[in-house]
């Protein structure tokens, strides 16, 4: 009996719902609170079902890095297939200025980014964000140097955005603040 429920359970989670809910833990308590055992009672199993998918917490954390560096590529790849340079920067200030999950797994990441499996993959994704705003930027008629500075100082404006928000726990904007605050940035960033 007992390795029917033990069979079951590991058919009902996969590894996907592992990965899941252990970037949801990220999000919530930072990369040091994640464990399998107070993760498979956030999923409501056993460590057992942990152990048929991942050998280790290591591998669970590599591939949870792994399924969220694969979302931030697509949300970037949706953007970009917007013709248009300038729409495809306010698209991506928009799609920013929204409250995300991944932003929030994003500064929870770099607070960790002395772990050795997190430090990597931060700087792909933040060098592939670089790149793209730095090639927007270009697009729209911006020199090579000015477009790399403009990216950087894009780029720096969001991550101290998160910091503010959400490492240093300053008020939070309402949705109206929220909204005025991307449009500033956007008229601030975006050239006309």
């Known amino acids: 009996m007992l390795q029917a429920a033990e069979k079951l359970e590991r058919s009902r989670l996969t590894a996907a719902d592992w990965e899941a809910g252990a970037l949801d833990?990220?999000?919530?308590?930072?990369?040091a609170a994640?464990?399998?055992?107070?993760?498979?009672?956030?999923l409501n199993v056993t460590k057992g079902s942990f152990y048929w998918h991942?050998?280790?917490?290591?591998?669970?954390?590599?591939?949870a890095l792994r399924r969220w560096?694969?979302?931030?590529?697509e949300a970037l790849e949706q953007i970009a297939a917007i013709a248009e340079p300038r729409e495809r920067l306010y698209e991506l200030f928009r799609r920013t200025g929204r409250e995300?999950?991944?932003h929030v797994i994003y500064s929870a990441l770099l607070r960790a980014l002395d772990h050795p499996s997190v430090q990597p993959v931060m700087e792909r994704v933040s060098q592939r964000r670089l790149d793209f705003l730095s090639l927007a930027y270009r697009q729209v008629g911006m020199s090579r140097g000015n477009a790399l500075h403009r990216a950087h100082l894009t780029y720096a404006a969001y991550v101290g955005f998160l910091q503010l928000a959400l490492q240093l726990g300053m008020p939070r904007l309402d949705h109206a603040e929220?909204?005025?605050?991307?449009?500033h940035v956007m008229s601030t960033l975006i050239p006309a």
């Open 54 to 63: 991942f050998a280790t917490r290591e591998a669970l954390l590599t591939a």
């Open 34 to 42: 994640l464990a399998v055992e107070p993760l498979a009672r956030k």
């Open 178 to 183: 929220l909204e005025a605050y991307v449009e």
């Open 100 to 102: 995300a999950k991944s």
């Open 25 to 31: 833990l990220i999000a919530e308590q930072g990369i």
């Open 69 to 73: 560096e694969a979302h931030v590529d």
